[in-house]
């Protein structure tokens, strides 16, 4: 058995010596080159789109403006309060972001389409641009929403108001989280060639390609079957490519007019920061009531989500909004709960899915009332939240807004957490002396902070991600194919952006029917090989595709030992498989191979049983119906120099329960990763908009990403209950990202009694907090 | 994110670089082109021509001398790091970027590109290096108080090349900076010499502040107080360092606001002046980089 192991990587040599295939790395021939004009004013009508400056120049072979593409995404749901708005290929008639794109410029090289990218002269009639969700609304971003709201939605269940006036306490915070970028190692990327004008090639770095292949099929109007969408190799998505741009439409719109000619973009960073999704640009005003000891009785949230210029295809502008709602209250019991949630449009690049999906910023405002309710009624973090935490007991638990947990180890993952706490040999009740020693007797204060959260993974059908889409998620697509000779291939509705995929579901196959490792192939990216599959989002791949292919491969498994058993007169009850050998019970000698077995399947057909098909394949889908809750907690010890406002991360733990663990290594990889992006978004990564709409932070040298220098060590730590789908795994790609802005910030308060209320929480940002207490530089 | 079309040259020798950047308007040189390829390529530098200066062998020199060290102009800034025979230098260039864009990056052509949020400016200031540099037909010395004209502006010619640059040596020296991440350009720098007059009777502080105007700032009163009341107490490097605080004019930006960065300049010049005063304070940046 593979399965539980760390074994090396499947996709490792190719990717560690500079073998891996990116779309960039893709050369046809012949192959053209495209780059967009991007507007460079966020609000204005486009009087005129001149492209005759750019048609002159030598080099470009043409130039396509929003007139020529008659095309626009039009993201749907049927949920009320929702307000439909197209997002055209090309803007036509009105920009509404900096970085929009408006016109499209294809030439022979990459250089020659930015030279003509530049020429193209555009005529700009301003609007009044608005880039805070807040503000007041002059011209309209969308003419079908006057106010800006695009999406509003109450999540309301008990008497919140009688619970907050019969609460011992009542904590209000007002905070306000800061918008990030994706950021993937590699941009986006698409090449599009169409052998005639209807049969089309996508090579796309997206987390999503029979998703893509679906909505271009809609798009273009062709059968699905005449478009092949292909993701090789993909450097990292984190959501951002889990969404069909206009970019994607653009392309595929324009190669159409030159079949046989290959148009290549691939996106530059420049380009990422303005145009690609955002996230996590939110506002919450927090009421919390509780009683006196520690019991959480109500919570009011008011949520405003920045939710960008469009909708984004195909979840809408509902799935931040939403997912804040439909989670605020994350792991925390609770009965009288009544959140508004809005998604507010503005002159902003458009918000989408980012590894998290709006909780590292619920989490943040909920643990900051809980922090807050602890300090009014003057007991300790750790007990209000041991007060609170959904119990074992408590299984399954409905959460006020209705979803059920079905996990409830917040508690073990919590205490397991401040158990692992250490720093110089210190536990955390000698952290916590020394803390105290600090205050007495001066030094850098110490703080610690908590976070606990609950994440939803592996979403079935009954839970699926995304608002009311015209499509559920809810299942994956695996076919595994014992081969002539015994060896066996993996055709797989997955996509790798570097998660290990290939590794995981070969242990998962190789396990399950009794193969070695090396033995198994798998294939995923390819919607002309696999049958279906959803791809990657919202941790579901290890739940679901992962289930896929334990079923297919039992399946097959189940077909090989019945014809073994024909074949060598055995009771296929008593037969087993072991690396290749097929074993019968009470004997240690193999009876006979798989590969012998195959044979027969493919090429003698003359042996074949009665009954019997040839060929050894089996393809299953799985829905695992409702998901999997993962628990997790995280706990963080940091130091404040007062002089400067620094803020350093002693130690760092996170204890998540990952259900059955496939791949140790790969686990522990999710969460570190996590871990890194959530203190990006803690302490660094903000993209800041000026009030005109221009983006400040365009490049790498403002938008600042951590680097391995301002990662620590992290100390992890796991629990293993196995949850209730076929293979007992849990999602962990996105929990680590949940904790640190609320851990940080939570320790900020306990080191030094400022609560923060805003993110990014920066150096300048503490020090002028404690200039305020009067306490910096002492 | 790929330049517009320019030209581009290599030549072997300072003099061929003059005469290439004298027939050719709005040409540029690249030493390194650590700054300049990112400008190029969001096309906020548009030249002609690019002179590349990596091959002029006679610019990668050092000579060391008893008052001063002289840097040839594409002496690579990894070359820098950790140098003995001018130590302020050496422990400023840690501060610099990463390993990598050190590798490439030269001490002349961040002198040349003129942030003084950059770690060479700064120093150059505060020791007061004199820059050589050869036009068409001359040569002069310019001091570096001269030097610095502004944000990315310095004395330069258009046909003149910087071909060395001499750095006086301290007695005692300090520095220190303050950035967001390991490696980024400084939201406030600070490096602390004490010169030797001529006659090496008597010496004088010299302090310059980077990352918060367009060009270093001398903070001349404080270095008055310090060389006049002296640096031995903690008091009196706090009233240096206030008074040095004083002295910079610091605006609200991204990262930082003014009253921050007037408050980390204090802090700053103190570390710097207790580095000086006691050497095994001098810190170096938090990095898990080693440096090579």
Known sequence: ?778 | MKPPPFDYAAPSSVTEAVDLLAATEDAKLLAGGQSLMPLLALRLARPTLLVDLQDVEALSSIETSVRSVRFGAMVRQHQLVGSTSHPLIGSAARWIAHAAIRSRGTIGGSLAHADSAAELPVVATAVGATMEAVGRGRSRSIGADQFFHGLLQTALAEDEVLTAIDFPLPRRWGFAELARRHGDFALVLVAVAEMPSEDDRTHHWQIAVGGIEGTPRRCLNAEQEATVAGVHTAAQIEAVARLASTEIEAVDHLHASATYQRAMTAELVSRALTQAVEPTTISEPSQRETAP
């Open chain 1, 1 to 778: 058995m593979t399965i539980g192991q760390t074994v090396t990587r499947k996709e490792d040599h190719r990717l560690l010596t500079g073998r891996g295939r990116f779309v960039s790395d893709l050369q046809l021939s012949p192959m053209r080159h495209v780059a967009f004009t991007r507007s460079i004013v966020a609000h204005a009508h486009l009087a005129t789109v001149d492209t005759s400056e750019a048609l002159a120049l030598p080099g470009v072979r043409a130039v396509f403006t929003g007139a020529d593409i008659p095309l626009a995404l039009r993201a749907q749901s049927a949920l009320p309060g929702y307000v439909e708005t197209d997002q055209p290929a090309l803007a036509v008639g009105k920009v509404r972001f900096v970085g929009e794109a408006l016109a499209a410029v294809i030439a022979d090289n990459r250089y020659l389409a930015e030279d003509g990218a530049e020429l193209v002269d555009v005529d700009y009639s301003p609007l009044q641009p608005l880039v805070d969700a807040t503000g007041v609304v002059i011209d309209p971003v969308h003419d079908d929403a006057p106010d800006n709201i695009l999406i509003r939605r109450i999540f309301e269940n008990g008497d919140v108001d009688t619970a907050l006036e019969q609460s011992a306490v009542v904590v209000r915070r007002d905070l306000t989280t800061n918008r990030h970028a994706g950021n993937p190692m590699e941009c986006r990327a698409t090449v599009a060639l169409w052998e005639d004008h209807r049969n089309l090639t996508v090579w796309s770095g997206t987390q999503v390609p029979h998703l893509v292949r679906n909505m271009l099929a809609e798009q273009l109007d062709l059968p699905e079957g005449n478009i092949r969408v292909i993701a090789p190799d993909v450097g990292g998505g984190f959501g951002v490519k889990a969404v069909l741009y206009p970019e994607d439409l653009a392309i595929c719109a324009m190669a159409r007019t030159m079949p046989g000619t290959a148009l290549k973009w691939v996106e530059d960073r420049v380009e990422h920061l303005h145009a690609a999704s955002h996230a996590r640009d939110h506002r919450y005003e927090v009421e919390a009531g509780f009683a006196d000891d520690g019991e959480l009785l109500a919570l009011r949230v008011d949520a405003t989500c920045n939710v960008g210029a469009y909708s984004v295809y195909p979840w809408t502008v509902g799935i931040e909004p939403l997912m804040a709602g439909g989670l605020f209250t994350g792991p925390y019991r609770l009965e009288h709960y009544r959140c508004l949630v809005r998604g507010v449009t503005t002159n902003t690049s458009p918000s989408g899915p980012y590894r998290g999906v709006a909780r590292p910023a619920t989490v943040f405002a909920m643990e900051a009332v809980l922090d807050s309710g602890a300090r009014a009624l003057g007991i300790s973090g750790a007990d209000i939240r041991r007060r609170n935490l959904i119990a074992p007991d408590d299984i399954p638990y409905r959460m006020p807004t209705r979803l059920v947990d079905d996990s409830g180890h917040y508690l073990e993952c919590f205490e397991k957490a401040l158990d692992l706490v250490e720093h110089n040999g210190l536990d955390y009740d000698g952290l916590r002396a020394e803390q105290q020693k600090r205050v007495a007797h001066g030094g850098n204060p110490i703080g610690i902070g908590f976070a606990v959260y609950n994440e939803l993974t592996g979403l079935g059908r009954a839970a699926s991600a995304g608002p009311r889409m015209p499509f559920r998620t809810g299942h994956e697509a695996c076919t595994v194919r014992i081969n002539p000779e015994g060896s066996v291939t993996v055709l797989s509705g997955v996509t790798s952006q570097g998660q290990g995929l290939e590794t995981t579901l070969a242990q998962v196959v190789a396990g399950t029917i009794g193969v070695g490792f090396d033995d198994v192939q798998v294939r995923y990216g390819d919607t002309n090989e696999s049958l279906w599959g959803f791809g990657a989002f919202s941790s579901r791949q290890a739940v679901i595709a992962g289930g896929a292919a334990l079923q297919s491969a039992e399946a097959v498994l189940e077909k090989a030992l019945a014809l073994a058993a024909e074949l060598y007169e055995a009771n296929a009850d008593d037969l087993t498989l072991t690396n290749g050998n097929i074993m019968v019970a009470g004997s240690p000698q193999p009876i006979g191979t798989l590969a012998d077995v195959a044979r027969v399947a493919y090429l003698e057909s003359n042996r074949l049983p009665a009954g019997f098909e040839p060929g050894l394949e089996s393809t299953r889908f799985y829905d695992p119906v409702m998901g999997a809750f993962a628990a997790g907690a995280q706990v963080v010890v940091i130091e404040i120099e007062r002089s400067t406002g620094e803020l350093k991360i002693l130690d760092l733990v996170c204890v998540e329960d990952s259900g059955r663990i496939l791949n140790p290594q790969i686990v522990e990889g999710q969460v570190a990763g996590s871990l890194a992006q959530g203190i990006g978004g803690a302490l660094y990564e903000h993209l800041v908009y000026d009030d005109d709409g221009n983006l400040k932070t365009g490049t790498l040298l403002d938008y600042l990403m951590p680097t391995s220098a301002e990662t620590p060590e992290f100390t992890l730590g796991h629990l293993t209950h196995h949850a209730d789908n076929p293979l007992g795994v849990r999602g962990v790609g996105e929990g680590g990202t949940l904790g640190p802005a609320a851990t940080l910030a939570g320790a900020v308060a306990d080191a030094v009694g400022l609560e923060i209320d805003e993110l990014p929480i920066t150096p300048a940002r503490i020090w002028d907090g404690l200039a305020q207490q009067g306490g910096a530089g002492t």
